[in-house]
């Protein structure tokens, strides 16, 4: 059983928030080198302190002493739109649980505090997504009760 807690993140955690973001940019390129480039991370330092002071864009980590993972969400709201009705969703931008603390179940514990959060803020839905190839996301999302919404495709030419 795992005995951290979760919390929002702060600017003390975004060394480590970095490590991981580099964890996840390699899963990317291993899957998909033609797309993600190696050695980067989706966000700088600064681009991380800006996105700590949004409260539309939470980040919560797992804190076991050290941080061990995280998720990055999105509050997204749809009002007043001519075609889709009106609805409250927390996208789930990004959910990392550091390669040597898999198998313990931070991931769920993530997994399951974000959905928690998003009831607690009048979500209707929490979505993500994940890359075709990713067998283990895609697994562990569906574990969770998730199903696909919609389908991306492409063709290289």
């Not at 919390?7 to 991981?20: G, K, Y």
């Not at 390129?29 to 797309?35: F, T, V």
């Not at 804190?63 to 969400?73: H, Q």
């Not at 001519?82 to 927390?90: E, G, M």
């Amino acid at each position: 059983m795992n005995r951290g807690i979760i919390r929002q993140a702060t600017v003390v955690d975004i060394p480590r928030l970095m490590d991981l973001l580099q964890q996840v940019a390699m899963v990317h390129h291993h899957l998909r080198p033609e797309l993600f480039k190696p050695d980067t991370t989706k966000y700088s330092e600064q681009e991380l302190e800006t996105l700590l002071g949004d409260e539309s864009k939470p980040i919560f980590v797992y804190d076991d002493g050290e941080v061990l993972g995280y998720a990055f969400c999105r509050i997204t709201e749809v009002k007043n739109d001519r075609l889709l009705q009106d609805r409250k969703t927390l996208y789930i931008d990004d959910l990392c649980v550091d390669e040597k603390a898999r198998g313990k179940h931070i991931g769920g514990a993530l997994f399951e505090f974000v959905r928690d959060y998003a009831r607690s803020i009048g979500c209707q839905a929490v979505t993500l997504n994940v890359w075709a190839g990713n067998d283990a996301a895609i697994r562990f999302y569906q574990n969770k009760g998730m199903q696909p919404q919609k389908i991306g495709m492409e063709i290289v030419v």
